[in-house]
Protein backbone atom coordinates (compact mmCIF):
# COMPACT_ATOMS: atom_id res chain seq x y z
CA UNK A 1 0.00 0.00 0.00
CA UNK A 2 0.78 3.73 -0.76
CA UNK A 3 0.39 6.64 1.62
CA UNK A 4 0.66 9.90 0.51
CA UNK A 5 0.95 13.37 3.10
CA UNK A 6 0.67 16.41 1.46
CA UNK A 7 1.60 19.59 2.71
CA UNK A 8 2.63 23.38 1.73
CA UNK A 9 -0.53 25.10 1.50
CA UNK A 10 -1.16 28.70 2.24
CA UNK A 11 -2.63 31.77 1.25
CA UNK A 12 -0.53 34.27 -1.33
CA UNK A 13 -1.24 37.61 -2.75
CA UNK A 14 -1.59 37.63 -6.60
CA UNK A 15 1.98 36.81 -7.85
CA UNK A 16 3.09 34.90 -5.10
CA UNK A 17 4.84 31.12 -4.84
CA UNK A 18 4.27 28.57 -2.84
CA UNK A 19 5.67 24.97 -2.49
CA UNK A 20 3.79 22.22 -2.54
CA UNK A 21 5.14 18.94 -1.15
CA UNK A 22 4.10 14.85 -1.45
CA UNK A 23 5.93 12.75 1.02
CA UNK A 24 5.13 8.87 -0.15
CA UNK A 25 5.40 6.42 2.41
CA UNK A 26 4.27 2.26 2.45
CA UNK A 27 5.25 1.03 -0.67
CA UNK A 28 8.34 3.30 -1.75
CA UNK A 29 9.60 1.62 -4.56
CA UNK A 30 10.99 4.02 -7.83
CA UNK A 31 8.73 3.40 -10.55
CA UNK A 32 5.66 5.00 -10.40
CA UNK A 33 3.68 7.88 -12.02
CA UNK A 34 3.01 10.27 -9.36
CA UNK A 35 0.33 13.92 -10.32
CA UNK A 36 -0.34 16.66 -8.67
CA UNK A 37 -4.61 17.91 -8.84
CA UNK A 38 -6.57 20.44 -7.57
CA UNK A 39 -10.45 20.74 -6.99
CA UNK A 40 -11.92 24.05 -6.48
CA UNK A 41 -15.40 24.15 -4.72
CA UNK A 42 -18.06 23.40 -6.68
CA UNK A 43 -16.03 22.14 -9.44
CA UNK A 44 -14.11 18.75 -11.41
CA UNK A 45 -11.30 18.20 -9.83
CA UNK A 46 -8.57 19.02 -12.33
CA UNK A 47 -4.78 16.98 -13.32
CA UNK A 48 -1.96 19.66 -12.79
CA UNK A 49 1.33 17.75 -13.57
CA UNK A 50 2.71 14.85 -13.54
CA UNK A 51 6.37 13.12 -13.40
CA UNK A 52 7.13 9.79 -13.82
CA UNK A 53 10.77 8.13 -11.81
CA UNK A 54 12.64 9.13 -14.83
CA UNK A 55 11.88 12.70 -14.12
CA UNK A 56 9.53 13.52 -17.33
CA UNK A 57 7.00 15.90 -16.44
CA UNK A 58 3.77 16.87 -17.97
CA UNK A 59 1.05 19.49 -17.39
CA UNK A 60 -2.21 20.71 -17.58
CA UNK A 61 -2.25 23.99 -19.82
CA UNK A 62 -3.15 26.42 -16.52
CA UNK A 63 0.16 25.31 -15.20
CA UNK A 64 2.89 25.78 -17.84
CA UNK A 65 5.20 28.00 -17.62
CA UNK A 66 4.32 29.02 -13.69
CA UNK A 67 4.47 25.41 -11.95
CA UNK A 68 7.45 23.13 -12.07
CA UNK A 69 6.86 19.53 -10.51
CA UNK A 70 9.60 17.53 -9.23
CA UNK A 71 10.67 14.19 -7.49
CA UNK A 72 13.36 13.75 -4.83
CA UNK A 73 13.70 10.39 -4.86
CA UNK A 74 16.46 9.85 -1.57
CA UNK A 75 13.59 11.28 0.37
CA UNK A 76 10.70 10.02 -1.55
CA UNK A 77 9.06 13.48 -1.72
CA UNK A 78 7.58 14.77 -4.96
CA UNK A 79 6.98 18.70 -5.04
CA UNK A 80 4.78 21.33 -7.10
CA UNK A 81 6.69 24.73 -7.17
CA UNK A 82 4.08 26.92 -7.89
CA UNK A 83 5.52 30.63 -8.91
CA UNK A 84 3.22 33.67 -10.44
CA UNK A 85 -0.29 32.60 -8.78
CA UNK A 86 -3.59 33.68 -9.87
CA UNK A 87 -6.96 33.77 -7.80
CA UNK A 88 -8.41 31.10 -10.42
CA UNK A 89 -5.33 28.77 -8.68
CA UNK A 90 -7.66 28.85 -5.53
CA UNK A 91 -8.00 25.44 -4.78
CA UNK A 92 -7.41 22.12 -2.79
CA UNK A 93 -4.28 20.36 -3.97
CA UNK A 94 -4.28 16.90 -4.45
CA UNK A 95 -0.84 14.32 -4.69
CA UNK A 96 -2.03 11.09 -6.34
CA UNK A 97 -0.06 7.84 -7.78
CA UNK A 98 -0.49 5.32 -9.67
CA UNK A 99 0.30 1.59 -9.61
CA UNK A 100 3.62 0.59 -9.13
CA UNK A 101 5.68 0.50 -12.88
CA UNK A 102 2.19 2.18 -14.55
CA UNK A 103 3.27 4.90 -17.00
CA UNK A 104 2.27 8.14 -16.67
CA UNK A 105 -1.07 8.60 -18.43
CA UNK A 106 -1.39 10.68 -22.06
CA UNK A 107 -4.57 12.75 -20.12
CA UNK A 108 -4.29 13.94 -16.11
CA UNK A 109 -7.39 12.55 -15.15
CA UNK A 110 -8.99 11.64 -11.61
CA UNK A 111 -9.67 7.57 -12.60
CA UNK A 112 -6.13 7.07 -13.74
CA UNK A 113 -4.31 7.18 -10.28
CA UNK A 114 -5.37 4.90 -7.50
CA UNK A 115 -3.71 6.41 -4.10
CA UNK A 116 -4.67 10.16 -2.64
CA UNK A 117 -3.41 12.30 0.00
CA UNK A 118 -6.20 14.27 1.84
CA UNK A 119 -5.30 17.61 0.37
CA UNK A 120 -3.64 20.95 1.27
CA UNK A 121 -5.14 23.96 0.48
CA UNK A 122 -4.16 27.30 -2.01
CA UNK A 123 -5.89 30.45 -1.86
CA UNK A 124 -4.40 33.16 -3.48
CA UNK A 125 -6.13 37.04 -2.81
CA UNK A 126 -6.20 39.29 -5.49
Known amino acids: QVQLEDSGGGSVQTGGSLRLSCVVSGDTRSGRCMAWFRQAPGKEREGVATIDSGGTTTYADSAKGRFTVSIDNAVNTVYLQMNSLRPEDTAMYYC????????????????????WGLGTQVTVSS
Open 96 to 115: AARPLNWLCPRSITRAEFTY
